[in-house]
């Protein structure tokens, strides 16, 4: 069966600081992978999706970038965290475009 | 630009009732449209989803209408029970991403 893991679950830095937030996905091959955010009280807001190795599609203009070095590992990061970065990230997964999306568990992102 | 829309940010019903969640699109590309459901400090979990072809799908406590030419789809949940509790997501699918709206809070009263 597929599993998606994703971490840190929690995560608390300081403004400046870099970022790396991990996902990967198992017991499948060549899915389409996502990073979600929801910010405090907001809806979920796709931030980047990917539908193959090194193909990175990003959505908004933001302070992240993305990277998918293998098939099953999507990375989310930044260089230098803003205070409204903070928000809960979420990857996911799909086996074909136009599909239901299978969400990791989430990532509360804190920037102090 | 919000291509799907959840205008009631919180729904409060009683135990046993019909909750009725609704969801509004812009985007008349959007051929898949889906459900979802929210625990705090959770990832979302798939619950229903209808595509564009038919105008209603049921799984059992769960029935989602859509209605194209009013771009409106709507979760219909009966009966209503405490577990239910949860934010909900409407999305609708076009291309190789799914759009999502901004959730309703639905709070199942005893």
């Known amino acids: 069966s597929q599993t998606i893991h994703q971490w840190p679950a929690t995560l608390v830095q300081p403004v400046g600081s870099p970022l790396s937030l991990e996902c990967t996905v198992e017991?499948?091959?060549?899915?389409?992978l996502y990073w979600y955010r929801q910010a405090a009280g907001r809806g979920l807001q796709l931030l980047f999706y990917?539908?193959?190795?090194?193909?990175i599609s990003s959505e908004v203009p933001q302070n992240l970038s993305a990277s998918r070095p293998q098939d099953r590992q999507f990375i989310l990061s930044s260089k230098k965290l803003l205070l409204s970065d903070s928000g809960f990230y979420l990857c996911?997964?799909?086996?074909?475009?136009?599909?239901?999306?299978?969400f990791g568990s989430g990532t509360q992102l804190s920037v102090l | 630009d919000q291509q799907v829309k959840q205008n009631s940010p919180s729904l409060s019903v009683q135990e046993g009732r019909i909750s009725i969640l609704n969801c509004d699109y812009t985007?008349?590309?959007?051929?898949?449209f889906l459900w979802y459901k929210k625990y705090p400090a959770e990832g979302p979990t798939f619950l229903i989803s209808?595509?564009?072809?038919?105008d209603k799908n049921e799984d059992g406590r769960f029935t989602v209408f859509l209605n194209k030419s009013a771009k409106h789809l709507s979760l219909h949940i009966v009966p209503s029970q405490p577990g239910d509790s949860a934010v909900y997501f409407c999305?609708?699918?076009?291309?190789?991403?799914?759009?999502f709206g901004q959730g309703t809070r639905l709070t199942i009263n005893p």
């Open positions: 996911a997964w799909s086996v074909n475009s136009n599909e239901k999306l299978f």
């Open positions: 017991g499948t091959s060549n899915p389409n």
């Open positions: 990917s539908v193959g190795i090194g193909q």
């Open positions: 985007n008349s590309m959007f051929d898949y």
């Open positions: 209808i595509s564009s072809i038919k």
């Open positions: 999305a609708a699918s076009a291309w190789e991403k799914l759009v």
